[in-house]
């Protein structure tokens, strides 16, 4: 028993490990940096925001876990290096890589222009993709590691208004998929998350009708947690999911069904 009441110590399966989180300053990346943290994990946030610093304290503050915060544009090769290389250099060889860093810019593709399509194919495919080249090196020496990406419900089954979103998120699938099948043979594992709505700055500024209209669509009719995104990270993160790679596991409520 700890200091705590009498209660149970929560266990660490990721103790000693290194986890880099893209997108890792507020939303889902942040709730799966503190949740990787709490597991044991020393975890790096990297973001283009300031706001990942606050979250570094955060975890060190709530966790006690030693962690950096890098700010990075990892749409582009050398920051996505560079930053690869500061977190090595603070906290040691990554382990466990997060592509969870996206941006959205909606609209119907009649009126979408160029730069949109570009931007968000850049920071939610290509990113995911720098990310993974550049830990995967050291992974494959190590013969060891678990890469992680965030799709979407809208990568599977697609939503209006968002075809630059819902092509990136079905990439995301593809990398994973196919890489999965590169890197396995050195015991890399490769798998993906589809959330489908959950609580964020968006949701969170919708009116009623519309949250109703929209957990109507949801099979357990509800809005999911960026915990519960979490949850999920941290599963195949770990060794309880070491047999488990090029999978795509839903988080969406049934939304996907």
Do not use: H
Request: aromatic content about 2%; proline content about 4%.
């Amino acid at each position: 028993m700890n200091e705590c009441g009498g209660r149970a110590a929560r266990p660490t399966p990721l103790e000693d490990r290194v986890a880099l989180v893209t997108g890792g300053a507020r939303g889902i990346g942040r709730a799966i940096a503190l949740r990787l943290a709490e597991d044991g994990a020393r975890v790096a946030v990297i973001d283009l925001s300031d706001t990942g610093a606050q979250t570094a304290r955060e975890i060190e503050e709530t966790t006690g876990r030693a962690t950096t915060f890098v700010k990075a544009d990892i749409s582009k090769e050398p920051e996505a290096r560079a930053a690869v290389a500061a977190v090595e250099t603070a906290l040691g060889p990554v382990d466990i890589l997060v592509n969870n860093a996206g941006i959205t810019r909606d609209g119907l593709i009649l009126v979408m222009d160029e730069g949109d399509w570009d931007a968000v194919l850049a920071v939610n495919l290509k990113g995911a993709f720098l990310m993974s080249k550049a830990v995967l090196r050291g992974m494959i020496r190590r013969r060891r590691g678990s890469i992680i990406s965030i799709s979407s419900v809208v990568g599977r089954r697609g939503n209006a208004g968002q075809v630059n979103y819902s092509a990136a998120k079905a990439g995301l699938i593809g990398l994973t998929k196919s890489l999965a099948r590169e890197v396995a043979s050195r015991d890399v594992r490769v798998n993906a998350v589809a959330p489908g709505y959950i609580e964020t700055d968006m949701t969170a500024a919708l009116d009623e009708p519309a949250r109703n209209a929209i957990m109507k669509q949801v099979p357990l009719g509800r809005i999911g947690t960026p915990e519960a995104v979490a949850d999920a990270v941290a599963f195949l993160a770990g060794d309880s999911a070491s047999f488990i790679t090029g999978v795509v596991l839903p988080v969406d409520g049934g939304l996907g069904i």
